[in-house]
Nanobody, 115 residues
Framework: QVQLVESGGGLVQPGGSLRLSCAAS????????MGWYRQAPGKQRELVAG???????NYADSVKGRFTISRDNAKNTVYLHMNSLTPEDTAVYYC?????????WGQGTQVTVSS
């Protein structure tokens, strides 16, 4: 059974930082492209950042220079380091694992940026 378990969300003040983690099980983690998506109230889910099994990364324009995605294949974990957070970053953040035709999602973790 595939499980993606996110952690690290919470309430943070504008300008603050958070690190999200996603621990994967039930998949060959090193072979999957991993991604972080987010969905704000009333908006569509959007890609925030992705990292391929080879370590290539891509970011949404809105987070470039502020967020960093990384992976630890030994721990089957992908991270999202978020700096300089703004209220516009408030959303539920979802972990995604993809390989060929298969795709898996975590349950999401809430990030709220507010003073």
């Amino acid at each position: 059974q595939v499980q993606l378990v996110e952690s690290g969300g919470g309430l943070v003040q504008p300008g603050g930082s958070l690190r999200l983690s996603c621990a994967a099980s039930g998949i060959i983690f090193s072979r999957h492209t991993m991604g972080w998506y987010r969905q704000a109230p009333g908006k569509q889910r959007e890609l925030v950042a992705g990292i391929t099994n080879g370590g290539n990364t891509n970011y949404a324009d809105s987070v470039k220079g502020r967020f960093t995605i990384s992976r630890d294949n030994a721990k089957n974990t992908v991270y999202l380091h978020m700096n300089s957070l703004t209220p516009e970053d408030t959303a539920v953040y979802y972990c995604n694992a993809a390989r060929q035709i298969w795709e898996y999602w975590g349950q999401g973790t809430q990030v709220t940026v507010s003073s």
